[in-house]
């Protein structure tokens, strides 16, 4: 075991992981980070290298073809490469955590043979549709809907804002099966193959931040799914949802984190070179002040994430703890982006520096997966609960 910056405890495999994927993201994803922001191209090199290096199937058991790393795994990994590329982090969650995470925990035993494997060799790409134009930070709102027809389901609709859309070969799609039963009953989890009759994508957003993220609308006309992809229990499609975003957020949390750490390197230099008063500005409490903010952030913010990663991997439930990660390593990252741009003043503002993506980048992450307002709720009612 050894400790690291925030003193978390690693095991020897995990700091094995780390040191694999920070030579990889440092060496290769980091500086075509600037190319794939500028021009909005999804970063096909480095998600092919992942697979290469078997990054894409990290969380999923060994069983399946996975690394069996679980949810600490995919901290590390998401944490490194967050440090270097933030669109090349989220087309990676959105496989590794969005689409294998409901499979590895409701999928079938023959869902499970059929897809992980492939999912986690990277022979396919995977895709999270949950959001709609009506149904976001309401999730069970859902108007695509799902009718069964002898021993397939029929769906249609359209989802919004999805991750790894236009690039995905499997998607899992949620509709309703019974609008009548709501969240709790009517709402049911497929896996759609991309290449089905009736699955069209729209055009890709152009988006502030994590530009080189594949993000389009999907729209179902008749798509026919075999009853067998079924995700859980048919009407059991919102929990499926809600425990796969569980899960996801201690991820996004430590990608957070690794983005502030390179906000932090980033302002610790520039406030090293940077003269003004005849001496480097880092010698000015006003700097040394945010400098020692972020790091503080950081130290706390990689904590949580990893120990909720860890209570995870232990099968305990986190609905709350992860609403809490997501929360603060959000509303932290985005304070550390701001900042590294005011510690770089008005070069911070200019497009050759990369501060200002990391700042664009950062803004996101205080809405998708759950909108930080959702997660305060989801909190205070957790708290009613275990203090009624």
Known sequence: MAADFSGIEFSDEENMLRQMVREFAQKEVAPTAEHTDRTGEFPWHNVNRMKELGL?????????????????????VVEELGRACNSTA???????????????????????????????????????ALTEPNAGSDAAALQTTAVKEGREWVLNGSKVFITNG????VVVVFA??????????????????AKSDGFKVGKKDDKMGIRGSDTVPLFF?????????VIGNVGEGFKVAMGTLDSGRCGLGAGCMGAAMRCLELGLDYAKG????????VAFEAIQFMLAEMAEMIYTGRLLAYHVARKMDKGERV???????????????MKCADFAVQIHGGTGFMAEYPVQRLFRDARVTKIYEGTNEIQRLIIARELLKRFP
């Open 319 to 333: 609905t709350m703890e992860s609403a809490i990660v997501k929360t603060y390593c959000s509303e932290a990252g």
């Open 166 to 169: 236009s690039v995905a070969d």
């Open 221 to 229: 006309e008749n798509l026919h799914v075999p009853e067998e992809n």
């Open 90 to 128: 989220n087309a990676f969650g959105a496989h590794a955590s969005l689409c294998e995470s409901p499979l590895v925990y409701y999928g079938s035993p023959e869902l499970k043979q059929r897809y992980l494997p492939r999912l986690a060799k990277g022979e396919i790409l995977g895709a999270f």
């Open 176 to 193: 309703a099966n019974d609008k009548k039963l709501g969240a709790h009953g009517g709402i049911t989890a497929f896996l759609v193959d």
């Open 274 to 281: 940077r003269q003004q008063f005849g001496q480097p500005i």
């Open 56 to 76: 894409l199937g990290v969380p999923v058991p060994q069983e399946y073809g996975g690394a069996g790393l679980g949810r600490v795994g995919y901290c590390i």
